[in-house]
């Protein structure tokens, strides 16, 4: 079983920042990637639907950003700590959302989520 503990959401003004952390912690053989994936207020958790994928990291190194968040946010990771990281800067209102940390590990691609962080930019 794996556990997913995010720490780090709050309340922002905009133009404000934050930052995430997930660790990942149970029985990992190894982790392919780590990501953070957001849900906007009102809409219902769906997995692979409502929520939006905001960055994700692989193993080695790769990035991938949400068009919204690219040049605002940047994702990071500490594979000997199972820990990914997601730095906001710039935020503004429409970023609001519960973030959700996902993992998904090998050698069979289980996907993991947290239980989620709330995020609200507002003055």
């Known amino acids: 079983q794996v556990q997913l503990v995010e720490s780090g959401g709050g309340l922002v003004q905009p133009g404000g920042s934050l930052r995430l952390s997930c660790a990942a912690s149970g029985t990992i053989f190894s982790i392919y990637r780590m990501g953070w994936y957001r849900q906007a207020p009102g809409k219902e958790r769906d997995p692979g639907k409502e929520?939006?994928?905001?960055?994700?990291?692989?193993?080695?190194?790769?990035?991938n950003y949400a068009d919204s968040v690219k040049g605002r946010f940047t994702i990071s990771r500490a594979n000997a700590k199972n820990t990914v990281y997601l730095q906001m800067n710039s935020l503004k209102p429409e970023d609001t959302a519960v973030y959700y940390c996902?993992?998904?590990?090998?050698?069979?691609?289980?996907?993991?989520w947290g239980q989620g962080t709330q995020v609200t930019v507002s003055s």
């Open positions: 929520r939006e994928l905001v960055a994700n990291i692989t193993s080695n190194g790769v990035t």
């Open positions: 996902n993992v998904v590990s090998l050698p069979y691609y289980n996907q993991y």
